[in-house]
């Protein structure tokens, strides 16, 4: 093998992408980058290919029966065929239990690259994925390695020992192994500052191009020359590359490995989980990333006039990480398969959508899971108390009566308790929350929301608070334990995020018997299906467009069903507790796009 830190220090060949490789499924493809309309796509030929990504099709919501009669004959007629609510609806467990933790087919070396990952860094779903998917691989016997900075001293690890030289300075590793899987920190002092993770209160740190760029080479270094367990990883490896901060994966394999023997059996896989952050710096920057000139065109973005910011030169051109990503990785998945299609759009894709429609034949979607053990309502150290799918409704009832007290609102288990938790910013709709609040806090019930963020919408949760000191709370921050009893406690959710890749909450609140009522878009129209009273089928209410009016409207469906229709209020309840939210499931997905990443030729060679 041409030992690899040798690679950086010699004169490369170009970026040589071939059209018409040798596949199984005949794929024909153009790899040439043209200029349509001032912006870079991909050209393509017709494909053929069976791994075209599938859309999923939400379930058909009916409309709720207007009295009571109607609804007990609605339900009576549909009784028959859904006695079972285990087989109700098609993304509700029925054979995963059979399958959870069984054996992959082929086992392969996958290697994670990640800005961050729980629970040693987080700022947000990222860090829980790269956290709970490893080990979800590893148990069905793939050997799993993730790579990501060491932002502090971390006690559980240790050092390798191990330096490399890159990009003009020199890193190092230090490892840590649990629940089978191989955790790799780089080390260097861009990564252990004070501040966040990508900023502080002055802004985004100004070196971020290139912390991230020098965690992309040392991933590709760390298979190579850590030997952990034994033995190393070799060259043989799957990589997933994870948003902005990953992206560069793809190119460096294809520009400074497998021009020189190394990675020719590797593939790499570019999981996007926010199309919005891309990675976006000036072109004279191209050059500090220690790649082979006729690459610049793999990197190279053009926004059109109404888009451009900033001061980059030559008119709006500048690099684009994402952009790279998304135009060299082997495979391209994102967290939904909503959201694999919403990014094909010009409302979602965030000037990428033309790149990813001519590569729709190799875009998927797979749905995020959940730690099934710090998210179990019968095990959870932090509710008032624990409970399952079989005594939900007395466990709950004894969570809102504990939640109603510590917040000092009137004990009352007949009202409605409504939550809200997450960030507070325009994405994730808390202004809707604050819009629809006043109509809301006159049907008689309560709402208690957790989150931070923009300084404006902070002082709404105040508001809202000092307007209606006994139906509404507002806390101001985060709070973990508070997360889980306020999941526990209230009956409804509110989501109302203009964009959601995924989405966790929701998934997190159907296991704890809460329903939730969100907007119909990414991961939260893959997830929360529509409540269907006569075919007794859906997990929550979902409602588009994305205004006040519509959140409101739907708002009054799931009151009205909290209200008069016990029953099928339960029977939502009850289906979302018994879904399969596992990561296991999430494995065997992503083990099936791994296996076709490897029938086909690597698609930058």
């Excluded at 059979?98 to 629970?119: C, D, G, W, Y």
Aim: net charge negative; glycine share 10%; proline share 5%.
């Amino acid at each position: 093998m041409v030992n690899a830190a040798a690679i950086w220090s010699q004169s490369l060949a170009g970026y040589v992408c071939k059209s018409n490789q040798p596949c199984a499924y005949r794929r024909s493809i153009g790899c040439r980058i043209d200029r349509v309309i001032g912006r870079p796509v991909i050209s393509q030929c017709v494909v053929h290919s069976k791994h075209s990504s599938s859309r999923s099709k939400p379930a058909r919501a009916g409309a709720h029966p207007s009295t009571a009669e109607e609804h007990a004959r609605a339900g009576q007629e549909a009784q028959a065929e859904s006695h079972n609510r285990n087989t109700s609806d098609e993304y509700l467990q029925d054979e995963t239990e059979q399958k959870r933790t069984s054996r992959a087919r082929t086992a392969f070396n996958i290697v994670f690259v990640t800005s961050e990952v729980a629970p040693w860094s987080k700022t947000g779903g990222l860090g829980d994925v790269c956290g709970s998917l490893p080990p979800a691989l590893a148990a069905r016997g793939h050997r799993v390695m993730v790579v990501a900075p060491q932002y502090q001293n971390y006690p559980e690890s240790s050092s390798t020992g191990v330096t490399a030289d890159i990009l003009g300075t020199t890193v190092g590793f230090s490892h840590h192994r649990s629940k089978g899987v191989d955790w790799v920190f780089v080390e260097h002092d861009s990564y252990d500052r004070p501040g966040g993770l990508y900023g502080d209160e002055s802004g985004v740190y100004g070196d971020n191009q290139f912390r991230f760029a020098l965690l992309n080479v040392a991933a590709l270094e760390a298979p190579l020359i850590l030997d952990l367990e034994g033995s190393t990883y070799g060259d043989d490896c799957v990589f997933i590359a994870n948003d902005w901060h990953g992206a560069l994966v793809p190119v460096y394999i294809a520009a400074k490995y497998r021009t020189h023997g190394v990675y020719q059996t590797a593939r790499s896989i570019l999981a996007i989980h926010n199309l919005r952050h891309q990675g976006v710096y000036g072109p004279s920057t191209f050059e500090m990333l220690q790649l082979p000139k006729e690459w610049y065109n793999a990197l190279e973005w053009q926004y059109p006039p109404h888009q451009r910011q900033g001061s980059y030169e030559e008119e709006g051109r500048c690099v684009n990480t994402m952009k790279a990503g998304i135009s060299c990785a082997d495979r391209v998945v994102t967290v939904s398969p909503g959201y694999a299609w919403e990014i094909q759009t010009p409302e979602g894709g965030w000037g990428m959508e033309g790149m990813l429609t001519s590569r729709s034949y190799a875009l998927n979607g797979v749905l995020n899971g959940v730690d099934l053990v710090e998210w179990d309502p019968e095990n959870d150290p932090h509710i008032y108390q624990n409970y399952g799918e079989t005594n939900f409704v007395e466990g709950k009832r004894a969570n809102k009566a504990g939640l109603q007290k510590e917040m000092g609102l009137p004990q009352r288990p007949e009202v409605p308790v409504i939550g809200f938790i997450g960030r507070l910013d325009y994405q994730k709709g808390a202004d809707l929350v604050l819009g629809a609040a006043p109509w809301l806090l006159n049907q008689d019930v309560q709402i208690i929301c957790l989150g931070t963020g923009d300084k404006h919408l902070e002082a709404g949760m105040r508001w809202l608070e000092s307007a209606y000191p006994d139906k509404a709370r507002g806390w101001v921050g985060f709070n973990v334990p508070m997360s889980h009893k306020i999941t526990a406690a209230c009956d409804l959710l509110l989501m109302p995020s203009r964009f959601e890749p995924c989405g966790l909450n929701q998934l997190y609140a159907m296991r704890y018997g809460t329903v939730p009522v969100a907007h119909a878009t990414g991961g939260l129209r893959d997830t929360v299906l529509p409540f269907n009273p006569w075919e007794v089928t859906g997990t929550g209410w979902t409602f588009s467009p994305c205004t006040v009016d519509a959140f409101i409207s739907t708002l009054g469906q799931a009151l009205q069903t909290y209200r008069e229709h016990t029953d099928s209020f339960q029977d939502l309840q009850s289906r979302g507790m018994i879904r399969d939210s596992s990561w296991d499931k999430a494995a065997q997905e992503y083990e099936q796009i791994f296996e076709w990443a490897k029938v086909d030729q690597p698609y930058c060679r």
